[in-house]
Nanobody
Framework: QVELVESGGGLVQPGESLRLSCRVS????????MGWYRQTPRKERELVAA???????NYADSVRGRFTISRDNAQNTMLLQMNSLKPEDTAVYYC??????????WGQGTQVTVSS
């Protein structure tokens, strides 16, 4: 079992920044990829960014160049630095981990609201 706890969401104005954190605990040795997803009431949950165990990253086209995903292995934490935020980035952001048998684990979600 893998446990994920997100933090760092909030209300910001367009153009500002936020950093999301996901603390990982439990059977982390089997995790092969971690990522951030987001969901709004009008859209299905979508992948924002992912980081693989070897360090490779990938991003949704809508956030590439503005968001950066990273890991702090010493702190068992995954981060999402979000810059130049736009109103369309407003969503509930979820931390995800997938292990080598394709079991998905999810955090509880954290709300990000971008509004003037």
């Amino acid at each position: 079992q893998v446990e994920l706890v997100e933090s760092g969401g909030g209300l910001v104005q367009p153009g500002e920044s936020l950093r999301l954190s996901c603390r990982v605990s439990g059977r982390t040795f089997g995790v092969v990829v971690m990522g951030w997803y987001r969901q709004t009431p009008r859209k299905e949950r979508e992948l924002v960014a992912a980081i693989h165990s070897g360090g490779t990253t990938n991003y949704a086209d809508s956030v590439r160049g503005r968001f950066t995903i990273s890991r702090d292995n010493a702190q068992n934490t995954m981060l999402l630095q979000m810059n130049s935020l736009k109103p369309e980035d407003t969503a509930v952001y979820y931390c995800n981990a997938r292990d080598y048998v394709n079991t998905n684990y999810w955090g509880q979600g954290t709300q990000v609201t971008v509004s003037s």
